[in-house]
């Protein structure tokens, strides 16, 4: 994900058994994490001639964030389970980890998870049997650390291992097909999270930080995060309440309104389509002469006001968002009779408006007039686009017809593309649902040849496959599937990309600005609708 730098402050570690597949992996997402610009501890690469192993196992077991390279191997070595106690003993392990279970591991079943009991319960009882056999115990203090080291992961290793089972930590396959992205993704949104919580709370930035400022940090923040909790809860608790009020007035004034303006006039014409009629008839006027001003005649009142045919314009579509297009018919339309024995015949060529008599106009002269009308109102709807778009056009210049409004279907082929995507927003754990559709951005348009598909910034829907609040500082989770991008013609087009899945302690936010990267398009033909 880019956007996201992590503060150099923090502390990011590897914790591994050396030799095997765990190797090669471990190499992999060090170089990984070191072109992202993550800046990574490792033994092999940081534990210095003569310096304290202990000691660098401890500092890892109070480490910002911890990558967790879990193999056979790993739940077999005292070095990497002293690791893991450490880091289960300073709190917030389940925030802090980021494990990679390869696949020879086998935990997943309650069984399996007693093997490791057994195994560690051996070797105790093994080192226990070798001490009683020595006939003096005076010079075995530093074998007594190692009888208390194996009783201690003996007695915690069915708990460790059911927290590593909990976690969904993708199958090697995965991260290394998706070159370790989604490592990369949480371990820098939880490091910035973080950091900006650290700031909040006064933490100093010094690198490692002890065990105390570990344990004090850990305390404000679920303070905090039940404080904030109790009143979101209630809101929660409210609001289908007040959603449900809000549509029953709604109805309820909707169906009065109905009630009340729905009664036809003596013509047999409601009120609600004189205003209608009377509203196209003005825009056809208008459009027709836009230096004339045109009256504003309403049905209920009998009050006339000159104004503009751009306030008229803007008023009008503001309140009527139904105004017939352009290109269609209006066998009901009519013209205003200006006098009580004339209607209006109107010149398209010179803008004049001349008067003729009732018996004049004819089917042939209501015709041409059918005629004019639609091609001028295409040209008024083609004026607002241009004036929308900040073209230099403005509507007494337009000398466009309404053939230019047509359109052609294009057969299109897209190759295979890899598009960037956007957040627009942050997309929270505690204020999604599941099966709720969200919306980001692709950042670059997409063509075949010299015809755009695709805008900049076009749309990318998004679907919610997770979402569990977090109650309480209780485990949330978060999930997010994107589906589709959406072409200028409306199309969508489908998009494959892993799905993104979070599951931790506390509330999970995927933040405004972040990046996906390697979104695929994969090769499609369409057909495009393309204005000519």
């Given at each position: 994900?880019?956007?996201m730098t992590p503060e150099t402050d923090h502390s990011i570690y590897i914790s591994h058994a050396w030799g095997g597949v765990s190797e090669e992996v471990v190499q992999e997402i060090y170089n990984r994490c070191r072109k992202t610009g993550?800046?990574?501890?490792?033994?092999?690469?940081?534990?210095?001639?003569?310096?304290?192993?202990?000691?660098?196992?401890?500092?890892?077991?109070?480490?910002?964030?911890?990558?967790?390279?879990?193999?056979?191997?790993?739940?077999?070595?005292?070095?990497?389970?002293?690791?893991?106690?450490?880091?289960?003993?300073?709190?917030?392990?389940?925030?802090?980890?980021?494990?990679?279970?390869?696949?020879?591991?086998?935990?997943?079943?309650?069984?399996?998870?007693?093997?490791?009991?057994?195994?560690?319960?051996?070797?105790?009882?093994?080192?226990?049997?070798?001490?009683?056999?020595?006939?003096?115990?005076?010079?075995?203090?530093?074998?007594?650390?190692?009888?208390?080291?194996?009783?201690?992961?003996?007695?915690?290793?069915?708990?460790?291992?059911?927290?590593?089972?909990?976690?969904?930590?993708?199958?090697?396959?995965?991260?290394?097909?998706?070159?370790?992205?989604?490592?990369?993704?949480?371990?820098?949104?939880?490091?910035?999270?973080?950091?900006?919580?650290?700031?909040?709370?006064?933490?100093?930035?010094?690198?490692?930080?002890?065990?105390?400022?570990?344990?004090?940090?850990?305390?404000?923040?679920?303070?905090?995060?039940?404080?904030?909790?109790?009143?979101?809860?209630?809101?929660?608790?409210?609001?289908?309440?007040?959603?449900?009020?809000?549509?029953?007035?709604?109805?309820?004034?909707?169906?009065?309104?109905?009630?009340?303006?729905?009664?036809?006039?003596?013509?047999g014409i409601s009120s609600e389509q004189k205003v209608l009629r009377s509203r196209d008839n003005r825009v056809e006027l208008s459009a027709l002469n836009p230096d004339r001003q045109v009256p504003d005649t309403d049905p209920d009142n009998q009050s006339v006001n000159s104004r503009s045919f751009v306030d008229q314009s803007y008023e009008i579509a503001q309140a009527d968002k139904n105004i017939v297009p352009p290109s269609a018919s209006r066998p009901?339309?009519?013209?205003?009779?200006?006098?009580?024995?004339?209607?209006?015949?109107?010149?398209?060529?010179?803008?004049?408006?001349?008067?003729?008599?009732?018996?004049?106009?004819?089917?042939?002269?209501?015709?041409?007039?059918?005629?004019?009308?639609?091609?001028?109102?295409?040209?008024?709807?083609?004026?607002?686009?241009?004036?929308?778009?900040?073209?230099?056009?403005?509507?007494?210049?337009?000398?466009?017809?309404?053939?230019?409004?047509?359109?052609?279907?294009?057969?299109?082929?897209?190759?295979?593309?890899?598009?960037?995507?956007?957040?627009?927003?942050?997309?929270?754990?505690?204020?999604?649902?599941?099966?709720?559709?969200?919306?980001?951005?692709?950042?670059?348009?997409?063509?075949?040849?010299?015809?755009?598909?695709?805008?900049?910034?076009?749309?990318?829907?998004?679907?919610?496959?997770?979402?569990?609040?977090?109650?309480?500082?209780?485990?949330?989770?978060?999930?997010?599937?994107?589906?589709?991008?959406?072409?200028?013609?409306?199309?969508?087009?489908?998009?494959?990309?892993?799905?993104?899945?979070?599951?931790?302690?506390?509330?999970?936010?995927?933040?405004?600005?972040?990046?996906?990267?390697?979104?695929?398009?994969?090769?499609?033909?369409?057909?495009?609708?393309?204005?000519?």
């Amino acid at each position: 994900m880019k956007g996201m730098t992590p503060e150099t402050d923090h502390s990011i570690y590897i914790s591994h058994a050396w030799g095997g597949v765990s190797e090669e992996v471990v190499q992999e997402i060090y170089n990984r994490c070191r072109k992202t610009g993550l800046n990574i501890i490792m033994d092999r690469q940081d534990l210095g001639y003569r310096e304290s192993i202990t000691s660098f196992m401890e500092n890892l077991g109070q480490a910002d964030a911890i990558i967790l390279v879990v193999s056979n191997k790993y739940l077999h070595s005292e070095y990497c389970m002293f690791e893991l106690l450490q880091i289960y003993e300073n709190k917030n392990m389940i925030q802090r980890i980021f494990p990679i279970v390869l696949d020879e591991v086998s935990i997943a079943k309650s069984a399996e998870r007693l093997e490791l009991v057994r195994y560690w319960e051996n070797e105790t009882d093994h080192l226990e049997s070798k001490i009683r056999e020595l006939k003096n115990l005076s010079y075995i203090e530093g074998i007594t650390d190692d009888l208390n080291l194996y009783q201690k992961i003996r007695n915690n290793i069915a708990n460790l291992t059911r927290i590593l089972k909990d976690i969904n930590t993708l199958n090697i396959r995965l991260h290394k097909e998706n070159d370790y992205n989604d490592l990369i993704f949480a371990i820098e949104s939880y490091l910035e999270k973080s950091h900006l919580e650290d700031q909040a709370e006064g933490v100093p930035s010094s690198g490692v930080r002890s065990a105390q400022q570990l344990h004090e940090t850990a305390a404000a923040r679920e303070s905090e995060n039940l404080t904030s909790k109790k009143w979101w809860t209630k809101i929660f608790r409210i609001l289908p309440y007040v959603v449900i009020s809000l549509l029953l007035s709604v109805g309820v004034y909707r169906w009065f309104v109905q009630r009340e303006n729905g009664k036809p006039d003596p013509e047999g014409i409601s009120s609600e389509q004189k205003v209608l009629r009377s509203r196209d008839n003005r825009v056809e006027l208008s459009a027709l002469n836009p230096d004339r001003q045109v009256p504003d005649t309403d049905p209920d009142n009998q009050s006339v006001n000159s104004r503009s045919f751009v306030d008229q314009s803007y008023e009008i579509a503001q309140a009527d968002k139904n105004i017939v297009p352009p290109s269609a018919s209006r066998p009901d339309s009519k013209l205003h009779k200006l006098t009580g024995k004339e209607s209006e015949n109107i010149n398209l060529d010179s803008g004049a408006i001349k008067s003729t008599q009732p018996g004049e106009s004819g089917s042939s002269g209501e015709k041409q007039l059918s005629k004019n009308l639609d091609e001028t109102s295409a040209n008024v709807f083609l004026n607002k686009q241009r004036h929308i778009s900040g073209s230099e056009n403005t509507l007494p210049d337009v000398k466009l017809n309404k053939e230019s409004v047509d359109s052609r279907i294009e057969n299109l082929y897209l190759p295979e593309s890899l598009i960037t995507v956007r957040f627009t927003h942050d997309i929270s754990s505690n204020m999604v649902e599941e099966g709720e559709l969200v919306y980001l951005t692709a950042e670059k348009p997409i063509w075949s040849g010299k015809h755009m598909v695709t805008e900049q910034n076009a749309r990318v829907r998004a679907k919610i496959i997770d979402a569990k609040a977090s109650q309480q500082g209780g485990r949330g989770s978060l999930g997010i599937r994107i589906e589709a991008i959406e072409t200028l013609d409306g199309q969508w087009l489908e998009l494959n990309y892993h799905d993104i899945l979070e599951k931790r302690r506390g509330e999970i936010v995927f933040s405004k600005g972040s990046v996906l990267e390697n979104v695929k398009l994969e090769p499609i033909t369409i057909n495009l609708k393309i204005l000519n």
